[in-house]
């Protein structure tokens, strides 16, 4: 990809939020549908100032070096595919990122997106490219990326998203009480995605059972997602898709230990978001939680601030 359009060297600055899925991980990387949230509670901000210096990239209010390795990582490899070297571009960029890495939250795909959006701003990356240009800067980090993260994150609004036909936004109505909760434990996307391959390879018929499964719980939270519906269909919706995460060995002990104390908390299901293994746990809850020793994040919240 060539660097053929109009440059531009004016300041910018973009939030770019993090994002939950709510059934149909995994199985959307061999076609099937996943519905995907943006999380605007969690974000990273990205600020370009046009100074005539070499570029630099400073990430505030962190002190994480192999954050800054990855970031460069990433900023090298959007080099790499715009044929640019260093010195042709100048200038600061500033990072501040409001969510967590390894939690099934996006976080990858957030700098993917911010990164992209900012070489699109410069003149780099025409706009109808910006979702591929980032989908292939995340595979840095999933090995695989299926691009779900990617799509929320870029245009910020729910989707419903297939790699086989593309992605549209979700016709909704209403919705009921939906948190997100930090198992304790890190998820590796890459290693759980290897997992499910792994399974495909040594009993594929297992396995394209519960790909099966996880469309069936798709398919159940499209329709309750539109039409009026009792809390127990939800329940039943949840469950299908989490005992998915079960089948393919995604739920560790802190897993379940999480998941025990969220159901004796009062949440009437839980499921994992993400990739599996740790990150996050979704729950659906009649009322608002109560205190309970950890962070209950509101799905559909905006003007949270990270703890």
């Not at 100074?51 to 400073?58: F, K, S, V, Y």
């Not at 909704?172 to 759980?192: F, Q």
């Not at 394209?208 to 919706?237: G, H, N």
């Amino acid at each position: 990809m060539k660097a053929t359009l109009q440059k531009n060297k004016e300041p910018f600055q973009i939030r770019v939020p993090g994002k939950w899925i709510l059934a149909g991980e995994h199985s959307v990387l061999r076609g099937g549908d996943a519905i995907v949230f943006p999380l605007m509670s969690r974000y990273l901000d990205l600020k370009y100032s046009p100074l005539d210096i070499e570029i630099d990239i400073q990430l505030r209010g962190h002190g994480n070096s192999d954050l800054e390795l990855i970031i460069w990582s990433v900023f090298e490899k959007a080099l790499k595919k715009l044929n640019l070297k260093h010195s042709q571009v100048t200038g600061l960029i500033e990072l501040d990122s409001h969510i967590l890495f390894g939690a099934g939250m996006g976080a990858s795909a957030t700098l993917c997106v911010a990164l992209t959006e900012l070489f699109s701003h410069l003149g780099y990356i025409a706009e109808q490219d910006r979702y591929s240009f980032a989908t292939d800067l995340e595979n840095l980090f999933h090995g695989e990326s299926s691009g779900v993260d990617v799509a929320v994150t870029l245009y910020q609004k729910p989707l419903l998203f297939s790699r086989l036909s593309g992605f549209q936004p979700l016709e909704r109505s209403s919705l009921p009480l939906l948190y997100l909760s930090h198992t304790g434990e890190r998820g590796v996307t890459k290693d759980c995605v290897e997992k499910v391959k792994k399974l495909f390879h040594e009993n594929r018929p297992l396995a394209e059972q519960i790909d099966l499964q996880m469309a069936e719980a798709v398919k159940k939270f499209k329709l309750l997602l539109v039409e009026p519906t009792q809390l127990t269909e939800w329940c039943q919706a949840l469950t299908l898709a989490y005992n998915c995460f079960e089948a393919w060995g995604l739920v560790n002990a802190a897993v379940q230990i999480h998941s025990e104390k969220l159901i004796k908390a009062g949440a009437l299901a839980v499921k994992l978001t993400g990739s599996g293994g740790g990150g996050f746990m979704l729950s659906l809850w009649k009322d608002a939680p109560q205190e309970l020793g950890f962070e209950m994040i509101p799905c559909f919240q905006s003007s949270l601030s990270q703890k």
